[in-house]
């Protein structure tokens, strides 16, 4: 074979085969199948854990500090939960403030905001324009320790510097472990038909202090932030049940400006919050009356999202994430819910919307650890089926979910 034959085929082989990674999917978009064939086109390296019938899947980037991108209880053909900037991705930019590259649960670290805040440097004003990402949370690839068809383990050592000039020493563990629909009943003491599609997987998320000194709420503390972030639609609605006798506010509604109330419905022990990517507003539940779960609900597709966390017992304080001056750095938000929409120059990253619960402030000795565990559960089914989940988990009518903010 002569060299300029080797040539002729050299060319060809790679015509052949970039022609091939950059054929569409044949899977439709908004599904499992679409979303894993994209990463695969675009070279970034996924696990994938998924059930003994293929059915229940999950997508995890190691890349990405271990990121859900997404999830689905019907196989390659099933929905894709997750919400993912196809966009940004696909377009190879790399940002020095903030990679936004979705997914429907990632690691970070709080508090965003105030003297300690791990997002501004020391004297800036916390503007956006001053918000930078620590590249541990965002463009650092995690270390994966052990690996299963059901289980994903990944660690990472790093060191963060506060708004205040502290710096910690911080060994981060993070597991994804793929669930039984048994012990998703089993989670949430409540019966599945054999016919309603149920996809769960915990993730345990531990940080250690591996510095020198203590960690003391004086020099400010570290928190556990699990962000969700999933597809906004008009027919669906977060919903957050809390404790009636709290004492205190019940909902922070000013992270953007006060939420109106044809958005935000505070009813008799659930909070309404409409999702539909039209309008930026946050909210966000205190210790006081947070309880350990939160849900949402898409009445078009009849799908049920919840999630399930740890939530300790005793004194804990919780970090503020709040930007700018603070009166206390340590009355920080347990859950909290975002509805992306419109910024002042009429841009939009998505729409998604955002789920997000914390672990409280880490108070560690030299070598000591926290774990923040959360579940997260997706149910697909007939609406008289999902009406008896919600009502069973919840104490709260379908209907009084669905139609609370239809005109």
């Given amino acids: 074979m002569n060299s300029r034959f080797k040539i002729l085929v ?3 082989v790679c015509i052949f085969f970039c022609g091939c990674s950059s054929r569409p999917s044949i899977y439709k978009v908004g599904t499992y199948g679409y979303d894993f064939a994209f990463f695969n086109k675009n070279h970034i390296k996924t696990v994938e ?6 059915l229940s899947k999950v997508l995890v980037i190691p890349q990405w500090q271990g990121r859900v991108m997404t999830s689905t209880t019907g196989g390659n053909e099933g929905n894709s939960y997750g919400w993912i900037n196809h966009n940004y991705i696909e377009s190879g930019a790399v940002s020095k403030s903030f990679n936004p590259y979705g997914g429907e649960e990632r690691f970070w670290i709080g508090p965003e905001g105030g003297p300690f805040s791990w997002y ?11 918000w930078t990402v620590p590249t541990v949370l965002d463009t650092d690839p995690f270390d994966i320790e052990s690996q299963s068809g059901t289980e994903l383990v990944l660690t990472k050592h790093t060191i963060l510097t506060n708004a205040s000039d502290i710096t910690f020493n911080i060994g981060i563990k993070r597991s994804i472990s793929l669930l039984e629909k048994d012990q998703v009943s089993e989670l949430l003491s409540i019966n599945i038909p054999d016919n309603v599609k149920v996809l769960g997987y915990c993730t345990e998320n531990t940080i250690e202090n591996e510095g020198k000194n203590d960690w003391s709420k004086e020099t400010g503390l570290p928190s556990i932030w699990l962000l969700g972030m999933l597809a906004s639609t008009k027919t669906t609605t977060v919903f957050i049940p809390y404790n009636k006798d709290a004492s205190g506010k019940i909902v922070n509604d000013e992270y953007f400006g006060k939420v109106p109330s044809d958005r935000l419905v505070v009813d008799d022990g659930i909070i309404y919050f409409k999702i539909d990517g039209e309008f930026r507003s946050k909210i966000g539940l205190p210790k006081e009356s947070a309880k350990d779960i939160v849900g949402s609900y898409d009445s078009e597709k009849k799908i049920l999202n919840i999630l399930k966390f740890t939530s300790p017992e005793g004194e ?3 970090v503020n994430s709040q930007w700018g001056a603070q009166d206390d750095p340590y009355s920080g938000d347990v859950i909290n819910s975002y509805n992306d929409g419109p910024t002042d120059n009429g841009t939009i990253m998505g729409p998604f919307y955002e789920i997000e619960t914390s672990s409280p402030a880490a108070v560690l000795k030299v070598g000591e650890s926290m774990t923040h565990t959360q579940y997260t559960i997706h149910i697909e089914g007939s609406e008289e089926e999902l009406a008896i989940i919600i009502k069973t988990v919840f104490g709260v009518e379908i209907n009084q979910i669905a139609n609370r903010f239809i005109k």
């Fill in 49 to 54: 854990l998924s059930s003994s019938d293929d």
């Fill in 316 to 318: 804990v304080d919780y």
């Fill in 120 to 130: 501004f440097k020391k004297n800036a004003e916390q503007i956006y324009d001053n």
């Fill in 10 to 12: 050299i060319a060809f």
